[in-house]
């Protein structure tokens, strides 16, 4: 099959488009699965620029090479001999590779306690080395044609979701475990950083479960304003720095306090959730919010200069997060038996057709042009992209 592998073999673009084996399944518990849509995440792109902030501290957990892609929807192929799924289901896919899916008896702590994002065996290597699909090799991934799955990490797509929007609910559900975490009170206002998919799917997951929370979303790009829009921002403010902090202060009715373009807000946003993954978004969102209110980090940053001067002048609580779970403070309303995981309640938003997938999915690209595909995502000031995707299997 054919597959993008991180390999750095080619000095001036680190992935090469490869023929590799159709993985095998790995026991009777597991399914293969036809990719049809494999999106592209921020993280994926650190890769391709370390300058947007990418994490040397987790380079020792997986291999080299790995093939790439965590954002993964597809049409199950194959079953084994003891996976209750069924071939023909159309499936997301959730790419964390926990102690239940390793094979791992008795699981760690964490897997007990139900928190499979933090369970403790990651590294472990046992079964295949790397975190997640989408860092490993001999199970397939999103930018390749096929990715295998344990029946546990499979979830079925609704009727209702198109199919070019069946892998948006991977940034959806990164939204919803993270607002889990640590909800925002009553009817608060929130501002949201970052115009790109992490930020949007936040605003969805938001206006979905805290319809009475106004959404301010900051954006660097012109072209981010529509699609906040659309996805329904209450207020979308576009640029950084001076301007930006003081159109800020106007909605709240409040004030800045700085100098040059380093400017803070003084009775800010309670709740503020960083989404773009860098430095600059990072420090914006400590500048922006409230005295000792909330900034939920969701862009996967990781070394970069940062003002930590608001985190402790504010006495602001900064809540981590990262992948998936099982999260009843993060479901609509009643979540049903069995649909409360975070990708189940994204893939009943989408169905619900809340995420506009027609401006949200911006670009599509069949693997073999998958240098035009970075591209277009590291490069959104020219690309005008919000979201790109694969198509690994064609139409």
């Keep these: 099959m054919q597959a993008i592998r991180y390999d750095l ?144 990490m499979l979830h079925e797509i609704p009727a209702g979701v198109p199919d070019r929007a069946a892998s948006l609910h991977e940034p959806i559900s990164i939204a919803l475990h993270g607002l889990g975490r640590r909800p925002p009170d009553g009817a608060s206002p929130v501002l949201i950083v970052g115009g790109g998919v992490i930020g949007l799917a936040a605003l969805i997951a938001l206006t979905a479960l805290f319809p009475g929370n106004e959404v301010t979303v900051l954006v660097r790009h012109a072209h981010q304003v529509a699609a906040a829009q659309a996805c329904g921002a209450t207020h979308v403010v576009l640029g950084s720095g001076a301007a930006a902090f003081e159109q800020l202060a106007g909605l709240l009715g409040g004030r800045t306090v700085g100098m040059g373009e380093d400017w803070m807000l003084v009775g800010g946003y309670p709740y503020v959730v960083e989404a773009a993954g860098s430095a600059a978004s990072a420090t914006d969102a400590l500048r922006a919010v409230d005295n000792r209110g909330t900034v939920l980090l969701l862009g996967a940053m990781g070394i970069g200069r940062v003002d930590m001067t608001p985190l402790w002048y504010k006495e602001a609580v900064v809540i981590g997060s990262v992948d998936h779970g099982r999260d009843p403070k993060a479901s609509i309303g009643q979540a049903p038996p069995g649909r409360d995981h975070s990708i189940d309640v994204a893939l009943d938003i989408l169905a619900q057709q809340r995420f506009p997938d027609d401006v949200v999915v911006t670009h599509e690209f069949p693997l073999e042009a998958y240098r035009d595909a970075v591209g277009a995502g590291l490069d959104k000031a020219a690309s005008k992209a919000v979201k790109v995707v694969f198509r690994p299997n064609g139409a």
């Excluded at 597991?30 to 792109?45: K, M, N, Q």
């Excluded at 964390?96 to 897997?111: A, S």
Aim: charged fraction near 15%; charge should be negative; proline fraction near 10%.
């Design 9 to 152: 073999v080619d000095p001036a673009f680190p992935a090469s488009l490869v023929e590799v084996p159709d993985p095998e399944l790995p026991t009777g518990g597991w399914a293969r699965v036809a990719v049809t849509f494999g999106g592209i995440c921020g993280s994926d792109l650190h890769l391709f620029s370390p300058s947007t902030g990418g994490s040397p501290t987790l380079m020792s957990i997986g291999t080299l090479p790995f093939l790439l892609g965590h954002e993964i929807a597809g049409t199950i192929i194959e079953v084994g001999s003891d996976c209750p799924w069924s071939v023909r289901t159309k499936v997301a896919v959730d790419p964390i590779l926990p102690c239940l899916v390793r094979g791992i008896d008795p699981p760690c702590v964490n897997c007990r306690r139900g928190w499979p994002s933090s369970c403790l065996e990651l590294d472990s290597r046992v079964l295949t080395p790397g975190r997640s699909i989408g860092f490993t090799d001999g199970l397939g991934g999103g930018w390749a044609e096929q990715v295998m799955a344990h029946s546990s």
